[in-house]
T-cell receptor, first 113, second 116 residues
Framework: KAGVTQTPRYLIKTRGQQVTLSCSPISGHRSVSWYQQTPGQGLQFLFEYFSETQRNKGNFPGRFSGRQFSNSRSEMNVSTLELGDSALYLCASSLGGMGTEAFFGQGTRLTVV | AQTVTQSQPEMSVQEAETVTLSCTYDTSENNYYLFWYKQPPSRQMILVIR??????QNATENRFSVNFQKAAKSFSLKISDSQLGDTAMYFC?????????????FGKGITLSVRP
């Protein structure tokens, strides 16, 4: 069974630009969550999508948005990039039920210059 | 809101020895899940062990076991017979049981180094 796939693995963008990150969950998983990981703030929850609907959202500005497609693949978009958006962005997929195990991708390393 | 605290930023252990990683959390809820995740240099988070709060018995997975103290809101991870491959960052995480969500609240993590 293929794992969670995140693309691209590395990305360098200029301040003010926008970026789209992609996550393909494990087959059969309907929940996709996104996390931002930085040395200072650690792992912070961005949002979760389940069956194409956002069902949970973290405390991030509106520049961070996401969506989920009918095949459960998810994209995350960050507009008007700031230097502080430089981070490792992790995607996790799960069946979506209570307490079910989250499987993580290897992340996308975003650097904003 | 829930918070998870890992107060030790780094630990080191000799190969084959036992090490315990500490975690405390704060919640007003009675039912929830607790997890330990491992993140090796490859960056991929891997589930190590899971504990349901309603279960009194401590979870065990091979060399990994937890000491879950619900009243004290403590959830430590014990790694027995440490191996070089255990070198990684370890994160303690909390998940609510109520409500439809898969959100994990993580601690800051601890860097564990296993010395040969």
């Amino acid at each position: 069974k293929a794992g969670v796939t995140q693309t691209p693995r590395y990305l360098i963008k200029t301040r003010g630009q926008q970026v789209t990150l992609s996550c393909s969950p494990i087959s059969g998983h309907r929940s996709v969550s996104w996390y931002q990981q930085t040395p200072g703030q650690g792992l912070q929850f961005l949002f979760e999508y389940f069956s194409e609907t956002q069902r949970n959202k973290g405390n991030f500005p509106g520049r961070f948005s996401g969506r989920q497609f009918s095949n459960s693949r998810s994209e995350m978009n960050v507009s008007t990039l700031e230097l502080g958006d430089s981070a490792l962005y992790l995607c996790a997929s799960s069946l979506g039920g209570m307490g079910t195990e989250a499987f993580f991708g290897q992340g996308t390393r975003l650097t904003v210059v | 809101a829930q918070t998870v605290t890992q107060s030790q930023p780094e630990m080191s252990v000799q190969e084959a020895e036992t090490v315990t990683l500490s975690c405390t959390y704060d919640t007003s809820e009675n039912n929830y899940y607790l997890f330990w995740y491992k993140q090796p240099p490859s960056r991929q988070m891997i589930l190590v062990i899971r504990q349901e709060a309603y279960k009194q018995q401590n979870a065990t997975e091979n060399r990994f076991s937890v000491n879950f103290q619900k009243a004290a809101k403590s959830f430590s991870l014990k790694i027995s017979d440490s191996q070089l491959g255990d070198t990684a960052m370890y994160f303690c995480a909390f998940m609510r049981l109520l409500g439809a969500n898969s959100k994990l609240t993580f601690g800051k993590g601890i860097t564990l180094s296993v010395r040969p």
